[in-house]
């Protein structure tokens, strides 16, 4: 089963930009379909951001053309790049890695925008 951590999380001013890592363990990575989600405050968690084994992304409507979902196989970890940054964007951010039979979540980063 792969385990995964994120890490980057921070304070940071609306307009600003921060970047997220999500290591993972195991020798599979380049396999798995990996997610960002989120959970604000009193809210359900989202999804944000994915990007498949293949490569191919796709991102919630409230962050296309601010973030960007990566991946690096080799080094088995998994970005969002978050720019534009917004007080709504406030939220525990998550990191998933998925495939058949396993869906495997971290503890999530605290990200926080605001001045």
């Known amino acids: 089963q792969v385990q995964v951590v994120e890490s980057g999380g921070d304070l940071v001013q609306p307009g600003g930009s921060l ?15 990996m997610a ?10 989202e999804l ?3 990007i498949t084994s293949s490569g191919s992304t796709n991102y919630a409507d ?3 053309g601010r973030f960007t979902i ?5 080094k088995n970890l998994a970005y969002l790049q978050m720019n534009s940054l917004k007080p709504e964007d406030t939220a525990v951010y998550y990191c998933n890695a998925r495939i058949i039979g ?3 979540w971290g503890k999530g980063t ?4 605001s001045s």
């Open 62 to 64: 409230s962050v296309k």
């Open 19 to 33: 970047k997220l890592s999500c290591a993972a363990s195991g020798s599979a990575f380049s396999f798995y379909d």
């Open 110 to 113: 605290l990200v926080t925008v």
């Open 70 to 74: 990566s991946r690096d196989n080799p």
């Open 102 to 104: 396993i869906n495997s």
């Open 36 to 45: 960002w989600y989120r959970q604000a405050p009193g809210k359900q968690r």
């Open 48 to 50: 944000v951001a994915t």
